[in-house]
Nanobody, 122 residues
Framework: QMQLAESGGRLVQAGGSLRLSCAASGSISSINAMKWYRQAPGKQRELVAT???????NYADSVKGRFTISRDNAKRTVYLQMNSLKPEDTAVYYC????????????????WGQGTQVTVSS
């Protein structure tokens, strides 16, 4: 089992910045891709950013140039630096990961944390 704990969300004014963190714990042998998702009220959860274990990154068009995903493998933590925030970035932000347990079983996006609320005021 993997447990995920997101933190760093809060109320911020438009144009401001936030840094989200997500720490993974549990019976983890190694982690492959790590991802950030978000879900705004009344909308489906959407993929925001991905970082592979080779540290290649990919972003949703809506956040390109404003958000940066990074990871610290020793801490099993993924970060999301969010700059130039807009009211439409308001959402609950979740992280997820693809990973192997010690038996070699591979899991893809199997566990979700409680998320962290980001609210951007205009």
């Amino acid at each position: 089992q993997m447990q995920l704990a997101e933190s760093g969300g809060r109320l911020v004014q438009a144009g401001g910045s936030l840094r989200l963190s997500c720490a993974a714990s549990g019976s983890i042998s190694s982690i492959n891709a790590m991802k950030w998702y978000r879900q705004a009220p009344g909308k489906q959860r959407e993929l925001v950013a991905t970082i592979t274990n080779g540290e290649s990154t990919n972003y949703a068009d809506s956040v390109k140039g404003r958000f940066t995903i990074s990871r610290d493998n020793a801490k099993r933590t993924v970060y999301l630096q969010m700059n130039s925030l807009k009211p439409e970035d308001t959402a609950v932000y979740y992280c997820n990961a693809d990973w192997w347990d010690y038996r070699g079983t591979y899991y893809s996006a199997g566990s979700w944390g409680q998320g962290t609320q980001v609210t951007v005021s205009s």
